[in-house]
């Protein structure tokens, strides 16, 4: 499986403007492979693995940014991350990668969906090309609103493409969803089986299946809050989705959902692009951002249980309440006698408020992340593990409390909505490695605290399944959580002491590369107005 792992880097080649303009743009090198014999084998592993490198970098930082999960150590390092504190310089450049990125690397999902199949020798990385294009456009969607898409991914075909209606896209995508399974179910005998190719699930096309029912559910439930045919669309779809998985969700994912295309430590290029991005490097060398990011203090309340006494009224129901998960997210820092997540204000400098200096030791990120209960007792050990993890795409705790709120919003449609809330708290703590036994406990615990366990109003389970998915979604996909929040204002996530506005933006600014190139179309999005709800928020959220 190794000889495949980034193998598209050598087929697949982009001019020096990344835009959506030219993302299948290949370079006919006679030492390569001929783009004509680029076959859905050869493209999907590396499809994979450098659409997740986006989603482990860029959206890796911007989502624990923005959902104030981490800050910077102040203490040692100045000017740290000015225009995420600031939120003055939200504008084109600001994490263009994410766009640029996504672009680049669906380009390659759709080469795969649109290869010749007409004897339905591909159908089954045509499901799974279909999925992921799915899960990777949604974020375009998502941060961004209207977007190219029907004139995208041709290449000198169309060098502008023209920007279609956010809700047609989602549309579209949920269809293809709907088309990923039928292709699965119809299992044509002639159908090659993806086996080791398929870096995700090792061709277990029941698992692909799985996981497009539970993006699916995705999709709708960002849709929540829409009215009029929007919503009769969106239960229709429910509805539907319901009868296909039944209404326990035994049908969605019930494990995360990982890819490894082989990584190794034996160099850098080859490593867990997570690893290698916020731990150590391949020569065993601590990375700058395992120096400078630290846990926010915002997180840090959370996970402590507010031993400080935080006054704040949000702050409240973590009272008295230590989270299990909390060294395996943050090391561990003694302040005041207390072994704790020592945090810092997002925006505070050292000697303000929220960066005291009398104990200048900063909880960075900690091992759990990246080994999981798996002991390392030296950087050597760390490396192996670490760096050699799958990613992952999408958590199991991320599916269980989308059927938590399912069950919440829909109870006609799906039911087990404590059992799946449960599960999904319980999941996260088995992902970074925190005790079974002490996870079991901090459930039942929670269940007296409204807005963090399963109790109280259907407002304050859904507030509850909201801090739990933040938590649980802090250093696994916190891009996600950051959407979410934006469609439910849910966990509570102050601005940086520094901003220069009251909340985070709704939408992301179009990146330079389609101002550059791509101008005729791209609509003119000032900074000032991903502030405001308005008619370029992206759809779902315009109510």
Not at 277 to 302: D, K, R
Request: net charge neutral; charged share 15%; with cysteine.
């Amino acid at each position: 499986m190794k000889k495949f792992k980034y193998i598209i880097s050598s087929l697949i080649t982009v001019a020096s403007l990344i835009s959506c303009n030219n993302y299948l743009d290949v370079n006919e090198n006679p030492n390569a492979i001929h783009a004509e014999n680029i076959t859905p084998e050869l493209l999907f592993p590396g499809a994979v693995s450098n659409a997740y490198r986006v989603q482990a970098g860029d959206m890796m930082q911007f989502g624990n940014l923005m959902m104030n999960s981490w800050a910077g150590d102040v203490y040692h390092y100045g000017g740290l991350y000015p225009n995420e504190f600031s939120l003055s310089a939200v504008n084109s450049q600001f994490y263009d990668g994410i766009w640029d990125g996504i672009y680049l690397n669906v380009n390659n999902f759709v080469a795969i969906e649109n290869y010749p199949n007409t004897d339905h020798r591909q159908d089954k990385y045509i499901a799974m090309a279909k999925v992921m294009k799915a899960f990777y456009m949604q974020y375009i969607v998502d941060l961004y609103g209207d977007a190219p898409f029907r004139d995208a991914f041709k290449g000198q075909n169309n060098l502008a493409p023209k920007y279609d209606n956010d809700v047609d896209i989602y549309k579209t995508l949920i269809t293809n969803l709907d088309e990923a399974v039928a292709l699965i179910t119809l299992n044509d005998p002639d159908a090659i089986a993806p086996a080791g190719k398929d870096i995700v699930f090792a061709g277990d096309m029941n698992k692909w299946k799985s996981f497009a029912y539970t993006l699916k559910l995705r999709f709708l439930l960002r849709m929540s809050n829409v009215t009029g045919d929007l919503a009769n669309y969106r239960n229709t779809q429910l509805a539907s989705l319901s009868a296909a998985v039944g209404t326990s969700g035994s049908g969605f994912i019930s494990g995360d959902v990982l890819e490894n295309p082989g990584y190794s430590t034996s160099t850098n290029d080859k490593m867990n692009p997570f690893f290698l991005g916020y731990f150590y490097n391949s020569a065993g060398n601590e990375v700058q951002n395992h120096i400078v990011i630290t846990a926010s203090e915002n997180l840090a309340i959370a996970l402590n249980g507010n031993i400080g006494g935080n006054t704040t009224a949000e702050y409240q129901k973590f009272n008295g309440l230590t989270d299990p998960r909390r060294f395996r997210l943050f090391t561990s820092v003694t302040y005041n006698g207390v072994p704790q997540v020592k945090g810092v204000r997002q925006g505070a400098t050292s000697g303000q408020p929220g960066a005291p200096t009398d104990n200048q030791n900063v909880s960075k990120l900690a091992v759990g992340n990246v080994v999981g209960s798996t002991a390392v007792g030296s950087i050597a050990q760390l490396l192996a593990v670490g760096g050699t993890r799958s990613g992952v795409i999408m958590s199991l705790a991320e599916a269980k409390f989308l059927l938590a709120e399912a069950s919440l919003r829909y109870p006609s449609l799906f039911t087990s909505g404590q059992a799946a809330f449960n599960a999904g708290v319980l999941a996260s703590g088995v992902w970074v490695g925190a005790n079974s036994a002490s996870m079991n406990t901090y459930i039942t615990q929670t269940a007296t605290r409204p807005g963090l366990g399963w109790v109280g109003t259907d407002a304050q389970k859904l507030e509850a399944i909201m801090t739990q998915k933040w938590i649980a979604l802090t250093n696994v996909n916190p891009t996600e959580m950051y959407v979410e929040y934006n469609r439910t204002d849910l966990p509570y996530n102050p601005v940086a002491v520094s901003a220069v506005k009251t909340r985070r933006p709704y939408r992301l600014v179009y990146p330079n590369s389609e101002y550059a190139t791509n101008s005729a179309n791209v609509p003119n999005i000032s900074s000032d107005v991903v502030f405001t709800k308005n008619q370029y928020t992206p759809f779902w959220n315009q109510n």
